[in-house]
C-alpha cells in the first residue's frame, strides 16, 4: 500500500504491509531511495531477514575409514606412474579384511575389520595381546 506525503514543497512516497501482515511490532526502516531530480524520496519497509539454512544437509552416517586399528595402517601416497614418465597422485590402501577371530578369553568370535599384518600379528601373540597394546575394548563388539 502507497501513501504519498507531502512536507512543504518536498513530497515523499511510503509504502507499507497490508493491515493483515502487520502482526509485529512497528519495524525499524530499514531502507530508503531519493531522486536527486525529481526530490521525492521513497521509503520502504523489509521485514527482518531470516537466516538461510540449506535445504540440501548431508546426513550425518558413520564411514567406515580405511585404516587398521589394531597396527594403525593409513593409505600411503604414492604416485602412478606411465610408460610416458608422467607422474599422477594415487594411494595406495591397506588390505582391510572383514573377519571372525575367536576370542579365548570371551568363548566366542568376534568380527573384525583388520589389516592382513594384524592377522599375522593376532595369530602370533594372540588376540587379548594385541587388543590391549592397541587398546581395544573386545567386549563392545
Same mark, same amino acid.
Given at each position: 500500500?502507497?501513501?504519498?506525503?507531502?512536507?512543504?514543497?518536498?513530497?515523499?512516497?511510503?509504502?507499507? #504491509? +497490508?493491515?493483515?501482515?502487520?502482526?509485529? +511490532?512497528?519495524? +525499524?526502516?530499514?531502507?530508503?531511495?531519493?531522486? %536527486?531530480?525529481?526530490?521525492? #524520496?521513497?521509503?520502504?519497509?523489509?521485514?527482518?531477514?531470516?537466516?538461510?539454512?540449506? +535445504?540440501?544437509?548431508?546426513?550425518? %552416517?558413520?564411514?567406515?575409514?580405511?585404516?587398521?586399528?589394531?597396527?594403525?595402517?593409513?593409505?600411503?601416497?604414492?604416485?602412478?606412474?606411465?610408460?610416458?614418465?608422467?607422474?599422477?597422485?594415487?594411494? %595406495?590402501?591397506?588390505?582391510? %579384511?572383514?573377519?571372525?577371530?575367536?576370542?579365548?578369553?570371551?568363548?566366542?568370535?568376534?568380527?573384525?575389520?583388520?589389516?592382513?599384518?594384524?592377522?599375522?600379528?593376532?595369530? #602370533?601373540?594372540?588376540?587379548?595381546?594385541?587388543?590391549?597394546?592397541?587398546?581395544?575394548?573386545?567386549? #563392545?563388539?
Amino acid at each position: 500500500m502507497a501513501t504519498l506525503v507531502t512536507f512543504g514543497s518536498s513530497s515523499a512516497l511510503r509504502f507499507s #504491509k +497490508p493491515e493483515a501482515l502487520k502482526a509485529r +511490532p512497528s519495524l +525499524p526502516l530499514l531502507g530508503s531511495l531519493s531522486s %536527486q531530480l525529481s526530490g521525492i #524520496k521513497i521509503s520502504y519497509n523489509l521485514p527482518p531477514l531470516k537466516p538461510v539454512s540449506s +535445504p540440501f544437509s548431508p546426513a550425518l %552416517q558413520p564411514v567406515a575409514r580405511r585404516i587398521c586399528p589394531f597396527t594403525g595402517k593409513k593409505a600411503n601416497k604414492a604416485n602412478h606412474v606411465s610408460f610416458s614418465n608422467h607422474k599422477t597422485k594415487r594411494l %595406495q590402501f591397506v588390505n582391510l %579384511q572383514y573377519k571372525k577371530v575367536w576370542w579365548e578369553a570371551g568363548k566366542r568370535y568376534v568380527k573384525l575389520r583388520l589389516s592382513t599384518k594384524a592377522l599375522k600379528t593376532i595369530e #602370533k601373540n594372540g588376540l587379548d595381546a594385541v587388543a590391549k597394546k592397541a587398546g581395544i575394548d573386545l567386549r #563392545k563388539e
